[in-house]
């Protein structure tokens, strides 16, 4: 695997296209994919959200069809995958979706997102307003609010090594940072890639006091004086 482009702690980034960066991962390397791809959005919204307006998406092409996904499914082995927006792909059956509920959905909007994983668990939901995602928005279009990537992520991963290869605003990597995961990301925007560092970078210097102890140090710890 070719030197990231960023890398501090346990998180590495890389800027380039994940279809030629992906067959370089070393096997074995990752324990969890979670990713939100380009699904096709931009060819059948006909009124843009306010916020896919604000973010100039209107003339993005990027996300006016859905990306080739085979070569993230080769990425094995992996414990656990989730891909939001995978009811728009042709995904394996799978019992354990998760949902996106947001109350506050205008009707121009549809009021859940799906993600597809490969999953055996029944099925999430998760009930999350728009509106409280305001102030952490940085112009990326379809940027997830962090709570929703940190729940996905304790939905599907007990793992310690997590891969995002659409990347974008770098929500994933925000919540692998607050929560102890080490992270993989790869953005083949520039101009989101960079919005991602900021991100990270920023989520290095306010969780850095938060990271998770191991359990078997949890215990080390609160043991009576003197015994194991």
């Not at 307006?53 to 996904?69: I, Y």
């Not at 085979?70 to 939001?84: C, D, E, F, Q, R």
């Not at 279009?141 to 659409?166: C, H, I, N, R, Y």
Request: negative net charge; glycine residues 8%; contains cysteine.
């Amino acid at each position: 695997m070719r030197a990231p482009d960023y890398e501090r702690g346990n998180v590495r980034l890389y800027c380039g296209d994940c279809l030629e960066l992906l067959p370089q991962l070393e096997a074995g390397s990752v324990d969890c994919v979670v990713t939100d791809p380009p699904y096709g959005i931009g060819g059948y919204v006909a009124h843009p959200s306010k916020w896919r307006r604000r973010a100039g998406a209107k003339s993005e092409q990027w996300d006016n069809m859905a990306v080739d996904l085979s070569p993230v499914l080769a990425v094995a082995p992996v414990a656990a995958m989730a891909i939001w927006g995978g009811n728009n792909y042709a995904l394996p059956p799978s019992r354990g979706w998760l949902v996106w509920h947001k109350p506050d959905a205008p009707p121009s909007m549809a009021n859940a997102e799906l993600c597809w994983t490969n999953c055996n668990q029944n099925t999430r939901l998760y009930s999350y307003s728009i509106g409280a995602t305001n102030a952490e928005r940085v112009g990326h279009p379809t940027q997830k609010p962090l709570a929703v990537m940190e729940w996905t992520l304790g939905s599907v991963s007990a793992g310690e090594t997590v891969l995002d290869p659409f990347m974008g605003s770098g929500t994933t990597g925000v919540a692998c940072v607050k929560t102890g995961r080490a992270f993989i990301g790869m953005e083949i925007e520039p101009k989101y890639f960079e919005m991602a560092v900021r991100r990270i970078d920023a989520a290095f210097d306010q969780f850095a006091l938060l990271d998770p102890v191991p359990a078997a140090k949890q215990m080390e710890l609160l043991a009576p004086e003197g015994k194991p």
